[in-house]
Protein backbone atom coordinates (compact mmCIF):
# COMPACT_ATOMS: atom_id res chain seq x y z
CA UNK A 1 0.00 0.00 0.00
CA UNK A 2 2.93 2.44 1.02
CA UNK A 3 4.82 1.67 -1.86
CA UNK A 4 1.86 2.27 -4.78
CA UNK A 5 0.97 5.53 -2.86
CA UNK A 6 4.50 6.42 -3.28
CA UNK A 7 4.82 5.78 -6.58
CA UNK A 8 1.60 7.61 -7.58
CA UNK A 9 2.98 10.29 -5.44
CA UNK A 10 6.79 10.45 -7.26
CA UNK A 11 4.96 10.16 -10.83
CA UNK A 12 2.75 13.20 -10.27
CA UNK A 13 5.87 14.59 -8.70
CA UNK A 14 7.29 14.50 -12.18
CA UNK A 15 4.16 15.08 -14.10
CA UNK A 16 4.23 18.60 -12.06
CA UNK A 17 7.76 19.16 -12.61
CA UNK A 18 7.41 18.81 -16.24
CA UNK A 19 4.96 20.83 -16.79
CA UNK A 20 6.18 23.41 -14.64
CA UNK A 21 9.36 23.13 -17.09
CA UNK A 22 7.50 23.53 -20.36
CA UNK A 23 5.72 26.53 -18.58
CA UNK A 24 8.78 28.27 -17.90
CA UNK A 25 10.14 27.56 -21.40
CA UNK A 26 7.32 29.04 -22.97
CA UNK A 27 7.03 32.10 -21.04
CA UNK A 28 11.05 32.91 -21.80
CA UNK A 29 10.27 31.99 -25.14
CA UNK A 30 7.61 34.96 -25.28
CA UNK A 31 9.97 37.07 -23.19
CA UNK A 32 12.52 36.46 -26.10
CA UNK A 33 10.20 37.06 -28.97
CA UNK A 34 8.61 40.40 -27.49
CA UNK A 35 12.12 41.65 -26.90
CA UNK A 36 13.39 40.60 -30.97
CA UNK A 37 10.22 42.46 -31.89
CA UNK A 38 10.83 45.56 -30.02
CA UNK A 39 14.24 45.71 -31.85
CA UNK A 40 12.17 46.35 -34.94
CA UNK A 41 8.35 47.97 -33.35
CA UNK A 42 10.19 50.68 -32.38
CA UNK A 43 10.61 52.33 -35.83
CA UNK A 44 6.92 52.29 -36.90
CA UNK A 45 5.69 55.15 -37.42
CA UNK A 46 9.38 56.41 -36.79
CA UNK A 47 11.63 58.49 -39.23
CA UNK A 48 15.38 57.36 -39.71
CA UNK A 49 18.31 58.57 -41.71
CA UNK A 50 19.53 56.13 -44.41
CA UNK A 51 22.80 55.59 -42.05
CA UNK A 52 20.18 54.27 -39.42
CA UNK A 53 18.01 51.80 -42.38
CA UNK A 54 21.96 50.80 -43.61
CA UNK A 55 22.31 49.70 -39.46
CA UNK A 56 19.22 48.24 -39.34
CA UNK A 57 19.57 45.81 -42.69
CA UNK A 58 22.57 44.88 -41.73
CA UNK A 59 21.04 43.66 -37.82
CA UNK A 60 17.95 41.65 -40.06
CA UNK A 61 20.70 39.80 -42.61
CA UNK A 62 22.77 38.98 -39.45
CA UNK A 63 19.26 37.56 -37.91
CA UNK A 64 18.46 35.99 -40.84
CA UNK A 65 22.26 34.30 -41.24
CA UNK A 66 21.83 33.14 -37.65
CA UNK A 67 18.53 31.61 -37.79
CA UNK A 68 19.66 29.80 -40.94
CA UNK A 69 17.10 31.72 -43.19
CA UNK A 70 17.27 29.52 -47.10
CA UNK A 71 18.18 31.78 -49.58
CA UNK A 72 16.40 31.43 -53.09
CA UNK A 73 18.55 31.42 -56.38
CA UNK A 74 18.44 35.35 -56.81
CA UNK A 75 20.28 35.20 -53.16
CA UNK A 76 17.02 36.85 -51.89
CA UNK A 77 15.95 35.73 -47.97
CA UNK A 78 12.89 32.72 -48.10
CA UNK A 79 10.15 33.38 -45.44
CA UNK A 80 10.11 30.38 -42.93
CA UNK A 81 7.16 31.67 -41.65
CA UNK A 82 8.97 31.45 -38.17
CA UNK A 83 12.24 33.70 -37.78
CA UNK A 84 12.72 35.46 -40.86
CA UNK A 85 12.67 39.18 -41.43
CA UNK A 86 12.75 40.82 -44.68
CA UNK A 87 12.92 44.45 -45.41
CA UNK A 88 11.48 46.56 -48.04
CA UNK A 89 12.63 49.82 -49.33
CA UNK A 90 10.02 52.13 -51.41
CA UNK A 91 11.98 54.97 -53.13
CA UNK A 92 9.62 57.49 -53.93
CA UNK A 93 12.61 59.14 -56.07
CA UNK A 94 12.99 55.88 -58.15
CA UNK A 95 8.88 54.97 -58.02
CA UNK A 96 10.38 51.15 -57.36
CA UNK A 97 10.60 49.37 -54.51
CA UNK A 98 14.24 47.47 -53.38
CA UNK A 99 13.98 44.24 -51.10
CA UNK A 100 17.16 44.95 -48.60
CA UNK A 101 19.18 42.01 -50.19
CA UNK A 102 19.44 44.24 -53.29
CA UNK A 103 20.81 46.93 -51.59
CA UNK A 104 23.07 44.84 -48.90
CA UNK A 105 24.60 43.10 -52.26
CA UNK A 106 24.93 46.36 -54.32
CA UNK A 107 27.44 47.42 -51.40
CA UNK A 108 25.26 48.88 -48.48
CA UNK A 109 28.35 51.67 -48.09
CA UNK A 110 27.63 53.04 -51.33
CA UNK A 111 23.48 52.79 -50.22
CA UNK A 112 25.10 54.92 -47.09
CA UNK A 113 26.93 57.47 -49.36
CA UNK A 114 23.95 57.83 -51.16
CA UNK A 115 21.12 58.29 -48.85
CA UNK A 116 22.83 58.96 -45.92
CA UNK A 117 21.12 61.68 -44.75
CA UNK A 118 17.56 61.01 -46.73
CA UNK A 119 14.63 60.36 -44.29
CA UNK A 120 12.63 57.42 -44.16
CA UNK A 121 9.40 56.07 -42.40
CA UNK A 122 8.43 53.07 -41.73
CA UNK A 123 5.19 52.48 -42.92
CA UNK A 124 4.37 48.91 -42.42
CA UNK A 125 5.13 45.99 -39.94
CA UNK A 126 3.96 42.44 -40.51
CA UNK A 127 4.09 39.18 -38.48
CA UNK A 128 4.72 35.59 -38.48
CA UNK A 129 1.74 34.15 -37.76
CA UNK A 130 2.88 30.80 -36.26
CA UNK A 131 5.41 32.61 -34.04
CA UNK A 132 4.11 36.55 -33.74
CA UNK A 133 7.87 37.55 -34.14
CA UNK A 134 7.96 40.60 -36.87
CA UNK A 135 8.26 39.29 -40.36
CA UNK A 136 8.42 42.12 -42.77
CA UNK A 137 9.25 45.95 -42.33
CA UNK A 138 8.43 48.10 -44.59
CA UNK A 139 9.71 51.52 -45.23
CA UNK A 140 9.36 54.54 -47.65
CA UNK A 141 11.58 57.16 -48.60
CA UNK A 142 10.70 60.87 -47.96
CA UNK A 143 11.19 63.80 -49.91
Known amino acids: MKNSIFIILATLFIVIC ?12 KKQIE ?3 REYTKYKDQ ?3 GTELATLIGRAIAQN ?8 EKGYYIDNKE ?3 KIDLKMKTIEKTYP ?8 IAEFVQNFNTIKFKCIEIQYHKKTNR ?8 LQ
Do not use: A, G, Q, R
Not at 100 to 107: A, D, L, P, R, T
Not at 134 to 140: A, T, W
Open 18 to 29: IICVMLINLESE
Open 47 to 49: EII
Open 65 to 72: EENDVPKD
Open 100 to 107: MEEIYNNE
Open 83 to 85: NSI
Open 134 to 141: VSKLVFEE
Open 35 to 37: VEN
